[in-house]
């Protein structure tokens, strides 16, 4: 009986361990970015994580209004060096996020809650804002709102694969037009259902086209490394 008691309560430690997310293992340092707002959209809710080795984490609740899905959607990546390196680089910069970095002006328009957390086994820091006056709190929004955005479209362009085909050159387009004005991050991670796109020859041309412009525009991130610089 003993030995059986031990063997459950082994193979529950294992079970939720196995269930934790992959960027929240080990002790490496953690950056996260949190978004909140009731007409938030396409997100009510996201939250983004990101360790060292670039592992990714995207958590988000839908609004509604934007085709009735309000689901929780969540989808693990691994993000570029590049951005990889750039928010922990501001990270240090910002003082690992122990700061007030909100305006606190009363006409600024409401766009939502936004949190900026770094955690590591020294140090832990929280920003809450709703805009920021400090460039590198505008870039790092920048970049986490561009990745929310991508998996919104990864999860739409799915949609319309499945149901409606026709409808496909559009959202590409608005895709294209995302990326152009740096409103669209870490396209590597929605490549799955581009490359679908660009390879289905009962796809228009046009659309398969906008697809392959897409992939082509994304950057290799399966050589993610570490960021250098934490406490």
């Excluded at 009363?106 to 936004?114: C, E, F, H, P």
Aim: aromatic share 10%; charged share 20%.
């Amino acid at each position: 009986m003993r030995l059986l008691t031990t063997f459950f309560a082994l193979l529950f430690a294992a079970s939720a361990a196995a269930q934790q997310p992959a960027s929240a293992a080990g002790d490496q340092p953690l950056v996260r970015y949190l978004f909140d707002w009731d007409e938030g959209r396409p997100w009510l809710k996201a939250s983004i994580t990101l360790d060292q080795a670039c592992k990714t984490h995207f958590e988000g609740t839908p609004n509604p209004v934007d085709g009735g899905d309000s689901d929780p959607f969540q989808q693990d990546f691994v993000m570029s060096q590049a951005n990889c390196s750039k928010i922990f680089e501001l990270a240090k910069k910002l003082n690992y996020f122990q700061g007030d970095f909100d305006s606190h002006l009363k006409r600024i328009a409401k766009t939502g809650s936004k949190t900026l957390e770094y955690t590591s086994t020294t140090t832990h820091g929280s920003s809450t804002y709703n805009w920021s006056p400090n460039t590198d709190v505008q870039e790092l929004t920048r970049i986490f709102g561009g990745i929310a955005s991508t998996i919104d479209y990864g999860r739409k362009l799915a949609f319309q694969y499945r149901f409606d085909k026709l409808g496909m050159e559009t959202r590409l387009k608005e895709l294209e037009e995302l990326k152009a004005n740096h409103y669209a991050e870490e396209l590597d991670a929605i490549a799955p259902i581009l490359r679908k796109i660009a390879n289905d020859p009962n796809m228009m041309n046009i659309s398969r086209q906008a697809a392959q412009h897409l992939l082509a525009s994304t950057v290799a991130s399966g050589q993610a490394g570490e960021a250098s610089a934490h406490p």
